[in-house]
């Protein structure tokens, strides 16, 4: 037995009105008025929400295309990707990932890389709370239990690699930057926190990636300090880290 909520939603995400017979054949409408034109203004209002919300969750990336452009970039990906969930916040997270295989986003380099800062920013945002460690809790710790330690990672942190400056675009824009030209042009690792009630992006040269998706994977220090960067040296990168916020106060060994 077929169910009528069924056939609607699947007829809302539908190429066409022409495409919703099975939902159209459950609808009612008023005397002179057509079930498929009453049908058509939930499917515009559906396309509208969901472009509205990848509007919402990219400002960035929109403001480096041109609202027009972003909005053909989001009808696109709300044809192909319908939503898997019921909350619209959740809507959007594979979006980086569409425009890396979508060739015209292609022509503006980074911004795959900078919508993947911008969906690193919403999810932790809204990720959980959690005590975020501090430098002075190692203060007491020997050499030899500091190469040891495993750190947990904060609910909220996020490591974005990207060969563009993905977050110092994100920065510049979000912090009202006018649109002059980067000084410098040059591969990043970006460190997406939020310790307290504000999410922060920070920006590390992408020499420092390895390190820090290892420390983030729970490897010991020593083994993720084998492949660290000779500058800046382990240690004081791993000091920046506490003081971003990126562990929680749970340490292992």
Known sequence: MREPWRDFSRALAAEAATDAAAALAHLSAPRGVRAADRFEVHRRNRRHALVAALVARH????????????????AEYVRREPPRSAALLEYGAGFATFLDGFEPARTVSCLADVARVENA????????EARPLVLGSLSASAPEELLALRFETHPA??????????????NAHRLGATAAPLARYDAECVIVVRPQAEVHVHVLP????AFVE??????PFETAAAIAPPDPD??????RLIDMGA?????SC
């Not at 400002?59 to 452009?69: T, Y």
């Not at 920013?121 to 959980?128: D, P």
């Not at 382990?234 to 000091?239: D, F, I, M, Q, T």
């Open 59 to 74: 400002p960035v990336s929109e403001a480096l295309v041109g609202e027009d452009f972003f909005k053909a970039l989001a």
């Open 121 to 128: 920013w919403h999810e932790a945002y809204h990720s959980r």
């Open 157 to 170: 942190t996020r490591l974005v690699s990207s060969p563009h400056p993905a977050g110092t675009l994100w």
């Open 206 to 209: 992408i020499g420092a990636s």
């Open 214 to 219: 290892s420390l983030l994977a729970g490897t």
């Open 234 to 239: 382990p240690v004081a990168l791993l000091a």
């Open 247 to 251: 562990f929680t106060e749970h340490l």
